[in-house]
């Protein structure tokens, strides 16, 4: 390794990226860096954001892999019989759990109703409410918040467990993945104090007990490296087998595709040149370039409008430590 350039590397993160909460460097699945910012530790828990998603593929994966999903080809309604669709509304009979996870499922509503959905008590029904309209299934629409929970609620409803219990024993337990508690908001002033929060252990639920399946988990820097170190490793962990390495497989390659931004998508995971990431807003980060067999994980603190990280790692970070042993 070569310390004037990690210095270098310092030195840019607190001028240029100083949101960074923790970045960690793996490599054939030997830590080659880990370092803390912004008064953060090993110890500190960092909301992820979008990263969420990508934990909710795998936990999907798993879910099939046990047979409590049988098809991605399964119809979203056919997980909620007691779901009553609104007249003339036949666009949402038409939406399979697949156009959930590549994200090209239509929704009704053109600019997000964030406030309603912070304040409803169903975040899964609010979100089938939406699901749906005019605009034509199979077209990717990216949905940051408002859809994603409907995968929640096919979770539940597939495994008959809690998504956070299914997640505790069979992937983050596993792994050595520490997320304490459930998280309930009482306020608004509860919520954005969580945003900045660096000690909370948790994963956010909905006043009906569904956990968030587009945001709200908090992890450390190490955590978001094994997450990306399992799926490096085909799905194994401690010779120990966690998700399919075929699930790992069909949700790591292109499915769809975002035209405006150039940006392939598979099943919740962003896919790059060199293999593929989990993102979240801030800068969060599971970068796994399975060329050169490395792992990239970024922690960081809420920041609107922050560069792009994907090009930063490219440029920064992964010319120091590709050639390490």
Known sequence: ?????????????????????????LKGGKTLYENYFNECTAASRIHVYSVTKSIVSILIGIAMDKGYIKSSNEKVLDFFPDYIVKKREKTIQGVTFENLLTMTA?????????????????????????????????????????GPDILSGILVKATGKSVFDFATENLFSPLGI?????????????????????????WVVDPSGVNTAGW???????????????YLSGGIWEDKRIVSKK????????????????????????????GYAAMGDGGNVIYVNTKKSMVISIAALFRPNVKDRIEFIKEYIEPIFENCV
């Open 1 to 25: 390794m070569n310390r004037e350039k990690v210095t270098e590397l310092e030195n840019k993160i607190n001028n240029n990226y100083s949101n960074i909460a923790g970045i960690v460097v």
């Open 106 to 146: 239509p929704y009704k509503y053109k600019f997000a109703p964030y406030i309603k959905y912070f304040t409803s008590d169903d975040y899964v029904r609010f979100s089938l409410d939406l699901l749906g309209g005019r605009e034509q299934i199979g077209k990717f629409r990216y949905a940051p918040l408002i």
């Open 178 to 202: 520490t997320v304490e508690n459930n998280v309930i908001f009482h306020s608004k002033e509860e919520q954005l104090a969580f945003n900045k929060a660096k000690d909370i252990s948790g």
């Open 216 to 230: 709200g988990l908090t992890l450390t820097p190490m955590d978001m490296a094994k997450i990306g170190q399992l």
């Open 247 to 274: 699930w790992i497989e069909e949700s790591t390659k292109e499915h769809s595709r975002w035209e405006k931004l150039d940006l392939a998508y598979g099943y919740l995971w962003w896919i790059h040149e060199d």
